[in-house]
């Protein structure tokens, strides 16, 4: 894929019970002569999408991507306890570049996990 830099990850543990909850957002940007630089110009212009995840210990969980039309995304598991470490964080999930293309990402990515004791 195409990002560079790196995304935001981490480990999730507690020793009690509960529901996580992971809220995504960024902002989009590219600077072409087809998206001059605005968040939701249309056409054929190139896209960025990501995707937070939470590994779990039956297999990955994500939320919604978010791209260039949809900033924010959700996502809610519940947490068993007993101290299981689960990684969470960012991944790239798909990206688009048209041949005017010279800049295109996503600033400000924030991925917050929240965690309600049952």
Same mark, same amino acid.
């Given at each position: 894929m195409a990002v560079f830099g790196t995304l935001p990850t981490g480990v999730f543990n507690s020793l009690f019970a509960g529901r996580?909850?992971?809220t995504l957002s960024a902002q989009f940007f590219a600077n072409s002569y087809s998206d001059a %630089?605005?968040?939701?110009s249309g056409g054929g212009a190139g896209n960025l999408a990501i995707k937070g995840f939470i590994l779990t210990d039956s297999g990955y969980s994500y939320t919604p991507v978010i791209d260039k039309f949809s900033p924010t995304a959700y996502l809610e598991v519940d947490y068993p306890g %007993? %101290?299981?470490?689960w990684p969470c964080g960012v991944m790239e999930n798909a990206f688009k570049s048209p041949g005017s293309l010279y800049s295109l990402g996503f600033q400000d990515i924030h991925c917050l996990v929240t965690f309600q004791k049952r």
């Amino acid at each position: 894929m195409a990002v560079f830099g790196t995304l935001p990850t981490g480990v999730f543990n507690s020793l009690f019970a509960g529901r996580i909850k992971m809220t995504l957002s960024a902002q989009f940007f590219a600077n072409s002569y087809s998206d001059a %630089g605005f968040p939701s110009s249309g056409g054929g212009a190139g896209n960025l999408a990501i995707k937070g995840f939470i590994l779990t210990d039956s297999g990955y969980s994500y939320t919604p991507v978010i791209d260039k039309f949809s900033p924010t995304a959700y996502l809610e598991v519940d947490y068993p306890g %007993g %101290g299981v470490s689960w990684p969470c964080g960012v991944m790239e999930n798909a990206f688009k570049s048209p041949g005017s293309l010279y800049s295109l990402g996503f600033q400000d990515i924030h991925c917050l996990v929240t965690f309600q004791k049952r």
